[in-house]
């Protein structure tokens, strides 16, 4: 397996990647690349001792743990895509208690063939006590491509183990994704989720079930989507509150310039005392755009906090007017407000990564809008 | 005929905002370098005629025609106007969520001022990454209008009640502020000119206006100097008005 800096990209790969926020001059704890359906890197830096990143078919040689932990959290009849997903490779993602890890780690998967159907299958397990951030980004090389990605990724937290996963998607007009994520959180765990996607895609489909096991755990999913003409996009999230002082929370915002946007989001209570919270916002930018929120709040229990807050609808007149006194032309001034409405300081990001995102979602913002 | 140094011109202006007649048969002429001050009760038209001089959408013009620096900008666009140097400062202006108050002001900023500074003289150096409007308190608000206003430097500034809602220390601030904005400090080469409408009559100890009208259910019922006409006001009310010559 090659280390970071033998990867020989080529000047175009290499701008693809570093828009969905790998850093190829690694400044990173460990990295992952994984091109079409084979693992090209998987390199963890010297200095990080214990922090485990290894292609999911060797870690199944190597952990015997892994075996038990694999389709257990997303089932493999799930659906048709984790039945073709079976014997995807993918990552192993293990932090042993009580290791913290500073510099975030990252993973990319590319499409570099024509009409390739990409299956990953990816675990992550974050020991009790442990931290870490994650980037994940997806990509194809080409804006032409073709193409599919099945994503499978089961993630377990455990006691007092915090995870950041932050995951960019800069896919192509035929390109479909099926994601199917599952998560489980333990006591005092935390899980905090940021996804961002401005591209054109065929349809990207994503719900990651997130359930908190353990007293005082926490999610929060948060996602920044804007849909270009013709894409589709389905997403959601549920969050299941089972114990006691658990909390989710689930914020999007989206924006149809065109596209399609369906923003699901499930918070279900079932114990005392927990706290859940949902807001969905989308402006429609163009005609034959559509929005479409389904926020679900369900309790089961007397004393749950849930609420929710919605608004789907037309751009601001005021706010461009204003803009507009101020010397912005129409276009400049509908731009201003869709990159502040798309703001990352939405997003809940490690510190060492709030620059580096930032900086990509400019980049992406600039290329969407 | 048009004279040489006139920066604004409005003529038998009459608007609507939907079935409603807000302005009636307006004219006013502002030369370069000169204040003009809008006195009137609420709802008497001030703020909806600074709007129509800005292009605001939703002021439907019946009659009239405004020019510009000689030129008919009646139906230029919001935009196009602010270009052509007009530049509003509101009474109640929207937040933007996400944009920070650094990033349009670096955007409307053409002669890179330095806007540190800037923001300094009007206490809001702590507030240029702040999300533009959002949370702001009255005062910080009216800083944040004047602060782009400065930025944008306008040749006419139109500002629509500067003082409401602002405390003692922020009218120090604003008034200065203003009277830099309309370069109040320069005699003969002052090229700045300004529409102020105001309540309390406070910006005339900073700005030296040169003339002011009064505003009565859309219509000018008097005009004259705004020292006259503001101590009129304070002694008999805007209804007194009603009776006196323009």
């Known amino acids: 397996m090659q280390k970071l800096h033998e990867v020989v990209l080529n000047k175009e790969d290499k701008h693809k990647l570093e828009s969905v926020g790998f850093d190829v001059e690694g400044a990173r704890s460990a990295s992952f690349l994984m091109n079409d359906d084979k693992v090209v890197l998987s390199d963890v830096e010297d200095m990080e001792k214990g922090l485990v990143l290894i292609p999911l078919k060797k870690g199944l040689e190597k952990y015997s743990w892994l075996e038990e932990r694999l389709w257990r959290l997303v089932p493999l009849d799930k659906d048709e895509f984790t039945r073709r997903a079976k014997d995807a490779e993918g990552y192993l993602i293990y932090v042993p208690p009580g290791l913290k890890i500073k510099r975030p780690l990252q993973a990319c998967f590319f499409i570099k063939s024509h009409a390739l159907e990409q299956k990953v299958h990816n675990v992550i397990v974050m020991g009790k006590g442990s931290s870490l951030d994650i980037i994940n980004g997806c990509a194809t090389a080409n804006y032409d491509t073709q193409g599919m990605h099945i994503g499978i990724t089961e993630i377990y937290i455990e006691e007092n183990a915090y995870l950041t996963y932050t995951m960019i998607h800069e896919w192509a007009p035929g390109v479909e994704v099926r994601a199917r994520t599952a998560v489980h959180v333990k006591r005092e765990g935390q899980f905090v989720s940021n996804y961002i996607s401005l591209?054109?895609?065929?349809?990207?489909?994503?719900?990651?079930?997130?359930?908190?096991?353990?007293?005082?755990?926490?999610?929060?999913?948060?996602?920044?989507?804007?849909?270009?003409?013709?894409?589709?996009?389905?997403?959601?999230?549920?969050?299941?509150?089972?114990?006691?002082?658990?909390?989710?929370?689930?914020?999007?915002?989206?924006?149809?310039?065109?596209?399609?946007?369906?923003?699901?989001?499930?918070?279900?209570?079932?114990?005392?005392?927990?706290?859940?919270?949902?807001?969905?916002?989308?402006?429609?930018?163009?005609?034959?755009?559509?929005?479409?929120?389904?926020?679900?709040?369900?309790?089961?229990?007397?004393?749950?906090?849930?609420?929710?807050?919605?608004?789907?609808?037309?751009?601001?007149?005021?706010?461009?007017?204003?803009?507009?006194?101020?010397?912005?032309?129409?276009?400049?001034?509908?731009?201003?407000?869709?990159?502040?409405?798309?703001?990352?300081?939405?997003?809940?990001?490690?510190?060492?990564?709030?620059?580096?995102?930032?900086?990509?979602?400019?980049?992406?913002?600039?290329?969407?809008? | 005929m048009i004279k040489k140094n006139e920066l604004l011109r409005i003529e038998n202006l009459t608007v609507e905002i939907g079935e409603k007649i807000v302005l009636k048969n307006i004219s006013m002429?502002?030369?370069?370098?000169?204040?003009?001050?809008?006195?009137?009760?609420?709802?008497?038209?001030?703020?909806?005629?600074?709007?129509?001089?800005?292009?605001?959408?939703?002021?439907?013009?019946?009659?009239?025609?405004?020019?510009?620096?000689?030129?008919?900008?009646?139906?230029?666009?919001?935009?196009?106007?602010?270009?052509?140097?007009?530049?509003?400062?509101?009474?109640?202006?929207?937040?933007?969520?996400?944009?920070?108050?650094?990033?349009?002001?670096?955007?409307?900023?053409?002669?890179?001022?330095?806007?540190?500074?800037?923001?300094?003289?009007?206490?809001?150096?702590?507030?240029?990454?702040?999300?533009v409007n959002l949370g702001f308190s009255g005062g910080e608000m009216k800083r944040s209008e004047i602060l782009q206003l400065l930025s944008q430097n306008p040749v006419l500034s139109l500002i629509d009640e500067p003082e409401s809602g602002v405390d003692i220390e922020n009218i120090e601030i604003l008034g200065q502020a203003i009277k830099k904005l309309l370069e109040r400090h320069l005699n003969r080469t002052r090229t700045r000119s300004g529409l102020i409408i105001t309540h309390t009559g406070f910006i005339l100890d900073y700005v030296k206006a040169d003339h002011a009208y009064i505003l009565l259910e859309g219509k000018i019922i008097c005009e004259g100097n705004p020292f006259e006409i503001f101590e009129n006001i304070q002694k008999n009310g805007f209804t007194a008005c009603k009776n006196c010559t323009k």
């Open chain 1, 199 to 369: 591209q054109m895609t065929s349809l990207t489909q994503s719900a990651p079930q997130i359930y908190l096991e353990g007293e005082g755990a926490k999610a929060r999913l948060t996602s920044l989507v804007f849909a270009p003409d013709n894409a589709v996009y389905d997403l959601g999230g549920s969050i299941y509150l089972k114990e006691q002082n658990t909390a989710g929370e689930i914020i999007s915002r989206v924006v149809s310039n065109g596209g399609r946007i369906t923003s699901r989001g499930d918070i279900i209570a079932r114990a005392e005392g927990v706290r859940g919270h949902m807001e969905c916002n989308g402006i429609i930018l163009k005609e034959h755009g559509e929005i479409t929120a389904v926020p679900v709040l369900s309790s089961s229990t007397l004393n749950a906090d849930l609420t929710h807050e919605a608004a789907v609808g037309k751009i601001s007149r005021v706010e461009v007017n204003y803009l507009k006194s101020r010397g912005l032309t129409e276009e400049e001034a509908v731009q201003f407000i869709i990159e502040g409405f798309l703001d990352t300081k939405l997003l809940k990001l490690p510190q060492s990564l709030e620059e580096n995102v930032e900086k990509t979602m400019e980049l992406l913002k600039h290329s969407a809008l």
């Open chain 2, 29 to 131: 002429v502002i030369n370069e370098g000169e204040t003009h001050i809008l006195f009137g009760p609420n709802g008497s038209g001030k703020s909806s005629l600074l709007y129509t001089i800005m292009g605001i959408e939703g002021y439907r013009i019946l009659n009239g025609k405004i020019f510009f620096r000689s030129e008919d900008i009646t139906n230029l666009s919001i935009d196009e106007r602010a270009r052509k140097g007009i530049g509003i400062a509101y009474q109640h202006p929207p937040a933007i969520k996400g944009v920070r108050l650094e990033k349009l002001i670096n955007f409307i900023d053409k002669e890179s001022k330095d806007i540190v500074s800037l923001s300094k003289e009007l206490k809001m150096k702590d507030y240029l990454l702040r999300e």
